[in-house]
């Protein structure tokens, strides 16, 4: 069975303060590993995609990474308006189904 | 484009009241999804279509029916709701990146409470 466990499950940092959010995953053979942006009481935003090892995307203060066990989110001088929960998630190779972590919660004080 | 659509934003039912949840999407995308998403437990697939005609259960399907005779609408229908079944839904519609994986759109959500 698929296994994704993120931590923190909470996070608080001072605007400009660095830091990186942790996605731990257990999967028979990784198609994609997503992460997702979703604000209160909205739908999660698609951020990336990552399909293999090695591989890092960026966009903006965000840069993903992946390893054969886990993805690390890095935010890199963050602002207030970074806040919001993130959220990680693993698709297979055999299967279409996602399946997601429990997310972080990031707050950025200004 | 609209993007993913979902109506209503919020609903109140009382147990045993049936209902349908509306989800449209214009972006011609193969696959749609719905999710349920509660306090402690993430987002939880329900059902899910990888085209026109075909559906398949998700992790927590009991209690929900899917259709999909069209591939710009999925609706989701409660048969008999139960408080369990108060929720945050969530419907979701993706394309696939030949040979990788797939990258999926989420919809603004239907709040659900059951009294």
């Known amino acids: 069975e698929d296994q994704v466990t993120q931590s923190p499950e909470a996070l608080r940092l001072q605007e400009g303060e660095s830091s990186s959010l942790n996605c731990s995953y257990t999967v028979s053979g990784l198609r994609g590993l997503f992460w997702y942006r979703q604000d209160p009481g909205k739908g999660p935003e698609f951020l990336f995609t990552l399909y293999s090892a090695g591989e890092e995307k960026e966009k903006e203060r965000l840069k993903a990474t992946l390893t054969k066990k886990e993805s690390f989110l890095h935010i890199t001088a963050p602002k207030p308006e970074d806040s919001a929960t993130y959220l990680c998630a693993v698709q297979e190779k055999a299967g279409n189904m996602l399946t997601f972590g429990g997310g972080t919660r990031l707050m950025v004080k200004p | 484009n609209a993007g993913v659509t979902q109506t209503p934003k919020f609903q109140v039912l009382k147990t045993g009241q049936s209902m349908t949840l509306q989800c449209a999407q214009d972006m011609n995308h193969e696959y749609m999804s719905w999710y349920r998403q509660d306090p402690g437990m993430g987002l939880r697939l329900i059902h899910y279509s990888v085209g026109a005609g075909i559906t398949d259960q998700g992790e927590v399907p009991n209690g929900y029916n899917v259709s999909r005779s069209t591939t710009e609408d999925f609706p989701l229908r409660l048969l008999s709701a139960a408080p369990s079944q108060t929720s945050v839904y969530f419907c979701?519609?993706?394309?696939?990146?030949?040979?990788?994986?797939?990258?999926?759109?989420f919809g603004p959500g239907t709040r659900l409470t059951v009294t």
């Open positions: 979701a519609s993706s394309y696939s990146v030949p040979g990788q994986g797939y990258e999926q759109y």
